[in-house]
Structure formats: C-alpha cells, structure tokens
C-alpha cells in the first residue's frame, strides 16, 4: 500500500494510508481479502474519487451518472456513446456477425439523447428521447444525502434509475476526504504547488508556501 506514496513523502505518509485501508490481519479490517484491500484504494485513488472532487468544485453544474452495464468493465461506456446499430461487426471473409441484445440497441438510443443533449444544451434533459424502451427518466443534478451523493443516474441492464452513489463518498463507502488529503500532502511536499494556491494537508508535515511551489514549473 506504501507504493502510493512517492519517495519524498514515505517518511509520514504510508502511516495514514495503512490506517485507512488496514491489513487483512489487522482486527477489525473491512477487508477480507487482500485483493479487496488493493481494489479499494485503486478505487478511490485512481477512478471514483476524482468524481467527487469534480462535483464538489463545480456543484450545480454537473450531472452524475453510473454505468453498470453487463460486464461493467473500465470504459465501457465508450461503446453505448458510440454504438450504431446499422453498422455490422463482421469480418470481410465471414458472414458471421456478433449482434448485440435488442434492449441494448433501445437502451442506446436513450442513453445517446441525454448525451447529445447535454452536449447541445448544457441539459441532458431537454432533448433527450422520451418514449423509449426502456424509459428515459430527468436526470437531476445531485443532491447531499449524509456524506454521498444522491439522485445519480444509473444506467443498468433493464434501464435507468435514480440511485444514491456509495463509492464517491467522503469517508464510508469510499474515503475520497482522505484520497485528497494525500493528494495534497504529496503536492505539498514535493514543491509542486502553484505559487499562492497552498493548502495544508491533515497528513504529513506541514510545509512553507516558499517550499510547497518549489519546485512548481519545474520538469521532472
């Protein structure tokens, strides 16, 4: 779990990482297994969390949405943005084509109006396809409920739904406070801030503004 922390910080950081994502063998630990562990913190540290910071820096701006589609795979949401159904997955010397499910063709169709919506409008609403198998739904702009946020649009195998999104929490489901604490340790610590924009980190030791933008600018 150290491996996170760059060379410069591993004097006082890995400690507090240690303690939020705890080994297996520690009493107590929400983690099973060691594969849970490390897919925790790559969670947080590399993908959902970086939701939380967008949404928190723009709020009333952004629109939330959770792709959990069959397989569910890193970027997969790329192929319902893109998918046309006219266009055949054949090979030039077969007649064999791979045809994907008909709902999926009808959940496509909605699910590229609320994105060609948004594109257009700055709305994912106002022109997406109303009458469509599955339904589209409004889509809000997310609202605090405890320390997550609510009324995220999920887009699953049978349609959409307004759902309550455990992984972009502050410090339950997920610890995206403290993913950016360590973010700001890091910065902080290797000079890497712009000048005039410090901001302590709760982890680590504290530094001077003179030697948190150090080495701002600076190439690696």
């Known amino acids: 779990m150290t491996d996170f922390a760059p060379q410069y910080a591993k004097s006082d950081t890995p400690a507090a ?50 792709y959990s589609v069959f397989p569910g795979l890193h970027a997969i949401d790329l192929l319902p943005l893109f998918y046309d159904s006219t266009f055949g997955l054949g090979t030039s010397n077969t007649s064999v084509e791979f045809n994907l499910p008909t709902i999926f063709d009808t959940l496509t169709q909605g699910y590229q109006s609320y994105m060609a919506s948004f594109a257009v409008h700055g709305d994912p609403n106002k022109a997406r396809k109303k009458f469509t198998f599955p339904p589209t739904i409004e889509w809000l702009q997310p609202r605090i409920d405890g320390d997550a946020f609510a009324d995220v649009l999920d887009v699953g195998n049978f349609g959409f739904r307004r759902i309550r999104d455990d992984q972009t ?16 340790a890091f910065t902080n610590q290797g000079g890497y801030a712009p000048p005039g924009s410090l901001m302590q980190s709760s982890i680590g030791r504290q530094v001077s503004e003179t030697e948190a933008s150090k080495n701002f600018g600076i190439p690696n």
């Not at 993908?47 to 709020?59: K, L, Q």
């Not at 929490?169 to 700001?184: M, N, Q, R, V």
Request: hydrophobic share 40%; with cysteine.
């Open 17 to 66: 990482i240690i303690a939020k994502y705890p080994s297996t063998i520690v009493a107590g630990s929400p983690f099973k297994e060691v594969r849970e562990r490390v897919k925790a913190i790559v969670r947080d540290l590399a993908f959902t969390c970086h939701v939380r910071d967008v949404t928190n820096a723009y709020w009333g701006k952004t629109f939330n949405m959770q």
């Open 169 to 184: 929490t502050a410090d339950s489901g997920s610890h995206c406070d403290f993913i950016l604490e360590t973010a700001k």
